[in-house]
């Protein structure tokens, strides 16, 4: 009898930002991300400059923590939820825990998007749900082989999960996911008319 199994398995991790750390109250956190994207002139003129839809505070503000208490709470559940991946990722941190590098706003409007990219120089990255409207688009995951099959034949529509070349992960409010760095991964076109709010992060080693 054929004996099939699965190697180089790619992990992603989805739990309710609660399960660790101090309480977060959802509704606080986007007014905080309101407030500093309202006040970030900095983070609005990069955004114009280079097109890009919303509000991120990616290249402008490198210390929510300081600036709002709730963010600095958010850091602590954060680094709960990043060593507990890391362990289930039997990673071997020889004594060095993986520490937070870049914690960012990201608000995402109306036909907004957020294109396939990667998170370089990093461990771990992940986003936490903020606002997630109605027809906010999920997020979007692409097998990291991709660029290696070659001749290969696309995979059917109705094929396992684990075997497909994309996957889409719809989170909800209060929800963190964390994936290897390595991952390729998207946003979509927002087709709500509200506003996709998330906060998203890098986690280093050393």
């Given at each position: 009898?054929?004996?099939?199994?699965?190697?180089?398995?790619?992990?992603?991790?989805?739990?309710?930002?609660?399960?660790?750390?101090?309480?977060?109250?959802?509704?606080?956190?986007?007014?905080?991300?309101?407030?500093?994207?309202?006040?970030?002139?900095?983070?609005?003129?990069?955004?114009?400059?280079?097109?890009?839809?919303?509000?991120?505070?990616?290249a402008s503000l490198t210390d929510?923590?300081?600036?709002?208490?709730?963010?600095?709470?958010?850091?602590?559940?954060?680094?709960?939820?990043?060593?507990?991946?890391?362990?289930?990722?039997?990673?071997?941190?020889?004594?060095?825990?993986?520490?937070?590098?870049?914690?960012?706003?990201?608000?995402?409007?109306?036909?907004?998007t957020h294109s396939s990219h990667?998170?370089?120089?990093?461990?771990?990255?992940?986003?936490?749900?903020?606002?997630?409207?109605?027809?906010?688009?999920?997020?979007?995951?692409?097998?990291?082989?991709?660029?290696?099959?070659?001749?290969?034949?696309?995979?059917?529509?109705?094929?396992?999960?684990?075997?497909?070349?994309?996957?889409?992960?719809?989170?909800?409010?209060?929800?963190?996911?964390?994936?290897?760095?390595?991952?390729?991964?998207?946003?979509?076109?927002?087709?709500?008319?509200?506003?996709?709010?998330?906060?998203?992060?890098?986690?280093?080693?050393?």
């Amino acid at each position: 009898m054929a004996q099939i199994e699965s190697l180089f398995v790619t992990r992603l991790y989805r739990s309710a930002l609660a399960t660790h750390g101090p309480a977060v109250d959802p509704a606080e956190l986007e007014a905080s991300c309101w407030s500093i994207a309202e006040d970030d002139e900095a983070g609005q003129a990069w955004c114009a400059e280079n097109g890009y839809p919303g509000y991120t505070s990616y290249a402008s503000l490198t210390d929510l923590p300081w600036r709002f208490p709730i963010f600095a709470d958010l850091v602590k559940s954060l680094d709960a939820h990043v060593a507990a991946f890391a362990e289930e990722l039997d990673f071997d941190l020889d004594g060095k825990p993986l520490r937070l590098e870049d914690l960012w706003i990201n608000i995402l409007p109306e036909g907004g998007t957020h294109s396939s990219h990667i998170h370089p120089h990093s461990v771990i990255s992940g986003t936490t749900y903020v606002a997630m409207p109605e027809g906010a688009s999920a997020l979007k995951l692409e097998d990291p082989r991709s660029s290696r099959m070659m001749a290969a034949p696309p995979r059917r529509k109705d094929a396992r999960r684990g075997l497909q070349p994309f996957v889409y992960v719809a989170p909800e409010v209060g929800e963190v996911l964390l994936w290897e760095s390595w991952l390729r991964h998207e946003v979509p076109m927002n087709m709500s008319e509200k506003d996709r709010i998330s906060v998203s992060f890098n986690f280093g080693w050393g």
